[in-house]
């Protein structure tokens, strides 16, 4: 049964280190979303890939997150360096062209010290 | 004003009821509408997609949209303990999702 993959799924690391997620999405998807969830801010999107294509980093802290697809099976998500406010869970989510029906992995939970 | 509005709860209705979820939006331009449902420690998944205004059922699922009053509502008939979980509304404009904050529900036995 198809579903998004993401690696690690969860991370502790000290402030400053790098972190790097991965995700898988669901093969024959040409859409790839980061989003970041806190209790504070809900569910925020970071980034987009279309046919590994980035579309829009808006969301992300330019200075120390960067998004990239190396090949349409692997998308990363790296922060560096890692701060204690960036402590969240973060998801990855695949869909078929369409914007609305995307189908989220299990998340990466992080906690910076 | 925030984009999407939605009251975060929590909920808790005893198995059986009907419950309400709400959200409100500000863009008149949106026209595709989402509930996700979200269980602890998983992602999102969706559960309701409706376009333009109305209501579309799915079991003992309802979605309804009033485009003229930028309000769209998730019922749930006879919820079910299983129904626990955080439900999000999302909008979309041939654009990204954006998403409200949830509201968490849980049934009690």
Redesign the interface.
Known sequence: DAR?TQTPRHKVTEMGQEVTMRCQPILGHNTV?WYRQTMM???E?LA?FRNRAPL?DSGMPKDRFSAEMPDATLATLKIQPSEPRDSAVY?C?SGQYS?????????TRLTVL | QKEVEQDPGPLSVPEGAIVSLNCTYSNSAFQYFMWYRQYSRKGPELLMYTYSSGNKEDGRFTAQVDKSSKYISLFIRDSQPSDSATYLCAVSGNTPLVFGKGTRLSVIA
């Open positions: 998004v979303f801010q809900g569910l999107l987009y829009d998801f989510a914007y609305n029906e995307q189908f989220f992995g299990p998340g």
